[in-house]
């Protein structure tokens, strides 16, 4: 194994153990948790437009106005629970014991997954429900097969009933036949509308499947976003955590020091390539106005670690230069004490 290779998996292993090791995984779930967002507000936006539509015509363009007022409410309605949930998460893994703030922000953050919840059902079943037209189109189907085989039949007993009979056997024959027909045509008639009302009901039966379905799409995607918020939540507070323990070692208070330093050093990143580094005296002097504890010899430590690393160089006699920019200065100083 290369060193180079070792010492980035003993930076992955040993020193950020926890945060190099759940990096993929948080970014993965947080950013797939958006996903679910944008879902549910277009579930939403079905619910709540058709009940914007109800409302009467009051200003030109108001179908365009409330389109895209139904959009922007339902996103901030997303980021708003998002941003609960995540303080709510937060908020629970730094505190010891259950407070009044937590619980409040428990019932908050329940009612707007609730609120979420809801206005996506709804929108989805306004999404899938074809009941009405399903209903509109058994009438129209019934009506135009039962006039046609009505038509047929009440032409056939009208014929026989217009003709002459000379007996009251040949009248009895008519009506027998006029009978007959009449019968053959209520049991069509019948017929057609059985068959017809059957297909409908599965068709109906297929579209309260799809509201099952809808339901359980709705609830992974409401866990999908806790997930990703949680375990966001939970990954930024353990790197935290982490940070805090490493920085209570000397080796990570060194770090700190040098890069507390730097800064100054740098002016805020101000210097550049090419100017002309602080003086000694005024270094010292500024790191005393920013009540940086820091001894004389660590700050020469940390005059030599720059030269050291090659950051600046002489010029002028004992006048010196910046030659690396501020982030790729503060890299190398983490990078040396990290190792």
Do not use: W
């Amino acid at each position: 194994m290369q060193i180079e290779k070792y010492y980035k998996l003993k930076l992955k292993m040993e020193t950020f153990k926890f945060e190099k090791n759940y990096d993929t995984l948080n970014k993965v779930l947080y950013y797939f948790s958006f996903l679910g967002n944008i879902f549910l507000i277009y579930f939403g936006y079905f619910f709540v437009k058709s009940v914007t539509s109800s409302i009467p015509q009051l200003f030109p363009h108001q179908d365009v106005f409330f389109t895209i007022f139904v959009a922007l409410f339902l996103t901030g309605y997303e980021l708003t629970k998002r941003f609960t949930l995540e303080q709510l998460f937060t908020s629970a893994l730094q505190a010891n014991k259950v407070t009044v703030s937590l619980i409040g922000g428990f019932i908050v953050g329940m009612l707007l997954i609730a609120g979420s919840f809801y206005l996506s059902i709804k929108g989805a079943h306004r999404l899938v429900d074809n009941t009405q037209s399903i209903t509109v189109g058994i009438d129209s189907t019934i009506a135009h097969r039962s006039d046609s085989t009505a038509k047929y039949y009440d032409k056939e007993i009208a014929y026989y009933r217009a003709q002459p009979t000379r007996s009251r056997q040949d009248r009895l024959y008519r009506d027998s036949i006029v009978n007959s027909l009449s019968q053959v045509r209520d049991t069509k008639l019948q017929a057609i509308e059985t068959k017809v009302q059957t297909k409908a009901t599965n068709t109906i039966n297929t579209s309260k499947e799809n509201d099952t379905a809808f339901l359980f799409i709705t609830i992974f995607l409401e866990l999908i976003i806790i997930l990703g918020v949680g375990f966001h939540a939970y990954y930024v507070v353990g790197s935290f955590n982490e940070t805090s323990k490493l920085l209570q070692t000397p080796k990570f208070r060194q770090l700190d020091l040098n890069l507390k330093l730097l800064k100054l050093y740098y002016q805020n990143g101000k210097k550049i390539i090419g100017d002309e580094t602080l003086s000694y005296n005024k270094f010292k002097s500024l790191v005393d106005v920013q009540k940086i504890t820091c001894t004389q010899k660590d700050l020469k430590s940390f005059v030599i670690l720059c030269q050291e690393l090659d950051l600046v160089r002489g010029y002028k006699g004992k006048r010196k230069e910046i030659v690396v920019n501020y982030p790729q200065a503060k890299q190398l100083i983490e990078n040396q004490d990290i190792v």
